[in-house]
């Protein structure tokens, strides 16, 4: 017999592996595939949603949408590549919103907070001073200052978004307790007083009689009745405090 030969190399297929991995990512943050096979290089459908590196498998996203990432390794010895996909899921980061409202409260009055954001929860840093409830009211509790903070709650791998707003609670003002006589002749002064210090007086009737605004000297103008007022300013959202003799 004549015989000739030739050798023949047989090459077993390339596989990619089982990828791995977070499949959920913020824009702008990372999550990282894997393959239980190295070897390979990583490729993304749309980067204009997420990319990926394309040896260390690190994703990064672009904007909200979902995107698949392949894994491929190249056949060799007439192998065709071998690949393997993964998708993620892009979403947008929350916001918090831009926060407004009265910063300044009465002891046991209310002010409100809003955002132009809404689905957030509304916290106090010092209940003792000032809370709020879920609608973004506030209730001065004692003077002092607090921080409302705004938290929308952040899905798909991202983080809470927060916004926070200071809060003054200022202690309603006292007119104290007046005294002095009572009565006095036309003419002639008589003065009251207040136990607190500050206020201002005035008089219901300057045809009966008169009163300095800073002393309290009340002077007789003609026969009659009136009623003195000794006025203390309210700040910080408290109304004035008055008492009357």
């Excluded at 590549?81 to 009465?106: D, K, W, Y």
């Excluded at 002095?180 to 136990?195: A, E």
């Excluded at 009659?224 to 408290?238: E, L, N, R, S």
Aim: aromatic content about 4%.
């Amino acid at each position: 017999n004549a015989t000739a030969t030739r050798t023949v190399t047989v090459t077993a297929a390339p596989v990619a592996g089982t990828l791995s991995g977070n499949q959920n990512v913020c824009v702008g943050l990372t999550t990282t595939f894997s393959s239980t096979q190295t070897g390979g290089t990583w490729s993304s459908s749309n980067t204009a949603i997420a990319t990926i590196n394309a040896t260390t498998g690190v994703i990064t996203g672009v904007a909200a949408g979902t995107a698949t990432m392949t894994y491929t390794v190249v056949g060799t010895g007439g192998c065709p590549n071998a690949t393997a996909t993964r998708t993620v899921t892009v979403t947008a980061a929350p916001v918090a919103g831009t926060l407004s409202g009265t910063q300044n409260v009465c002891v046991g009055l209310t002010t409100t907070f809003s955002s132009t954001q809404t689905g957030g929860t509304w916290s106090s840093s010092n209940t003792s001073i000032a809370t709020i409830n879920a609608s973004g009211v506030i209730t001065g509790v004692a003077a002092g200052t607090a921080t409302m903070t705004y938290t929308v709650t952040g899905t798909g791998g991202c983080p809470n978004a927060t916004a926070t707003r200071d809060v003054t609670v200022t202690a309603a003002p006292v007119a104290g307790t007046l005294s002095g006589n009572q009565n006095v002749c036309v003419g002639l002064t008589t003065t009251f007083s207040s136990t607190q210090t500050g206020g201002t007086w005035s008089s219901s009737d300057t045809a009966i009689a008169t009163v300095n605004a800073t002393t309290g000297v009340i002077t007789g103008v003609a026969a009659g009745t009136a009623t003195m007022t000794y006025t203390v300013t309210g700040t910080g959202g408290c109304p004035n405090a008055t008492a009357t003799r």
